[in-house]
């Protein structure tokens, strides 16, 4: 059983750029949630998709947006990159089964922004 | 709002017993937690839902008091490969669904 992938690992973008991040969620699960982790602090949720949709949000501004596609894989975009989106952002998949089951984490990507 | 976690950081010798707490200031339906090695993904340890239920790995103890709206973490005898740090993370509803509000986490050391 493959578990959740992540690419690119690293990235360094100007301010003002745009990026997208890509998530492979493990094999079966038809959740994925996106967080953000700054350096020494817990992660951040992002939103989360769940069949194609968005299902829930955090308190990220509209400049953050994604993806979900038909195999589950995702997608994070960022628009007009900020210094302050330097974090590793970090993608987790789980299966909906109508309880509550472990969520799946991938290794991120660490985004730098100068 | 995030979760409080408390101790911030903890050093242990190998063998010693740890408690790590995560208090809420509102109401909580679940409580999950993860341990992240540096560098590494985090990764599931337990889930604790309003009402009792439990699911996690047999050789991790947790607790949850909903009137408190706080739940602990119990380490027992302490190995290195526990070292880390803790997350709690919360969600106010059933139907949140994974969509977890972490704290700041807990640095845990175990030392040989």
């Known amino acids: 059983e493959t578990g959740v992938t992540q690419s690119p690992t690293h990235l360094i973008k100007t301010r003002g750029q745009q990026v997208t991040l890509r998530c492979s969620s493990q094999?079966?699960?038809?959740?994925v949630s996106w967080y953000q982790q700054a350096l020494g602090q817990g992660p951040q949720f992002i939103f989360q998709y769940y069949r194609e949709e968005e299902n829930g949000r955090g308190n990220f501004p509209p400049r953050f947006s994604g993806l979900q596609f038909p195999n589950y894989s995702s997608e994070l975009n960022v628009n007009a990159l900020e210094l302050d989106d330097s974090a590793l952002y970090l993608c987790?998949?789980?299966?909906?089964?109508?309880?509550?089951?472990?969520?799946?984490f991938g290794p991120g990507t660490r985004l730098t922004v100068l | 709002q995030q979760p409080v976690q408390s101790p911030q950081a903890v050093i242990l010798r190998e063998g010693e017993d740890a408690v790590i707490n995560c208090s809420s200031s509102k109401a909580l339906y679940s409580v999950h937690w993860y341990r992240q090695k540096h560098g590494e993904a985090p990764v599931f340890l337990m889930i604790?839902?309003?009402?009792?239920e439990q699911k996690g790995h047999d050789k991790i103890s947790a607790s949850f008091n909903e009137k408190k709206q706080q739940s602990s973490l119990y380490l027992t005898a302490s190995q290195l490969s526990y070292s880390g740090t803790y997350f709690c993370?919360?969600?106010?509803?059933?139907?949140?669904?994974?969509?977890?509000?972490f704290g700041g986490g807990t640095r845990l050391m175990v030392k040989p």
């Open positions: 987790a998949s789980s299966p909906w089964t109508g309880e509550y089951n472990e969520q799946f």
């Open positions: 604790l839902l309003k009402g009792g």
């Open positions: 094999s079966g699960h038809n959740t």
């Open positions: 993370g919360t969600e106010l509803s059933q139907n949140a669904g994974n969509m977890l509000t």
